[in-house]
């Protein structure tokens, strides 16, 4: 079985701090990705990586970045965490062939106070 | 922006009851995935549809794809405790990208005994 682990359940920060939230999978998957969810809004992209230092944008990357340096890790970084960053991030993998499904970690749930 | 419109966002029905949950749009998906997500973890995906008009049954969950690929439905049958959860849509648009879905908001559904 795929599994993609999330290294932090829960997070509390303070505003201003740097934040950095961290993923491995060990599937040798191609892709991997970051999401917010917030409820109502459904899962939000933030950024996707289809390769070894390779990134993209998706649809709200403003006040975020990533790194990917290995391709087993995906890290989430939050230059100046602001309270309405507070939310539950989830990081998924999947190769890279068409349909191929998601594969999520548990989450983290970070709160910016 | 395409949307997947996902209805209803919330249902609690009584143990063995019907239900149905829609997911629609105005775009074309190339395919649909569903997923369900429990509380504390992240979302699992329960089915692929990939044709217009496919039915696909997963013992008790009976998934359709609309014959235009806009819409999908989820229908279970004799709903159990253990169908809990948050069902969520997503669609792959066209032209096609390796990365991109539109999810839906979702449904929380609670089944009680």
């Known amino acids: 079985d795929v599994k993609v682990t999330q290294s932090s359940r829960y997070l509390v920060k303070r505003t201003g701090e740097k934040v950095f939230l961290e993923c491995v999978q060990d599937m040798d998957h191609e892709n991997m990705f970051w999401y917010r969810q917030d409820p109502g809004l459904g899962l939000r992209l933030i950024y996707f990586?289809?390769?070894?230092?390779?990134?993209e944008k998706g649809d709200i990357p403003e006040g975020y970045s990533v790194s990917r340096e290995k391709k087993e890790r995906f890290s989430l970084i939050l230059e100046s965490a602001s309270t309405n960053q507070t939310s539950m991030y989830l990081c998924?993998?999947?190769?890279?062939?068409?349909?191929?499904?998601?594969?999520f970690g548990n989450g983290t749930r970070l709160t910016v106070t | 922006t395409q949307l997947l419109e996902q209805s209803p966002q919330f249902l609690s029905i009584q143990e063995g009851e019907n239900l149905t949950v829609y997911c629609n749009s105005s775009s074309v998906f190339s395919s649909l995935q569903w997923y369900r997500q429990e509380p504390g973890e992240g979302p699992v995906l329960l089915v692929t549809v990939v044709t217009g008009g496919e039915v696909k049954k997963l013992k008790r969950l009976t998934f359709q794809f609309g014959d235009a690929r806009k819409d999908s439905s989820l229908h279970i049958t004799a709903a159990q405790p253990g169908d809990t959860g948050l069902y969520l849509c997503?669609?792959?648009?066209?032209?096609?990208?390796?990365?991109?879905?539109?999810w839906g908001a979702g449904t929380k559904l609670i089944i009680k005994p």
């Open positions: 997503a669609g792959k648009p066209y032209p096609d990208s390796n990365y991109q879905l539109i």
């Open positions: 990586s289809y390769d070894v230092k390779m990134k």
């Open positions: 998924a993998s999947s190769l890279a062939n068409h349909n191929s499904p998601l594969h």
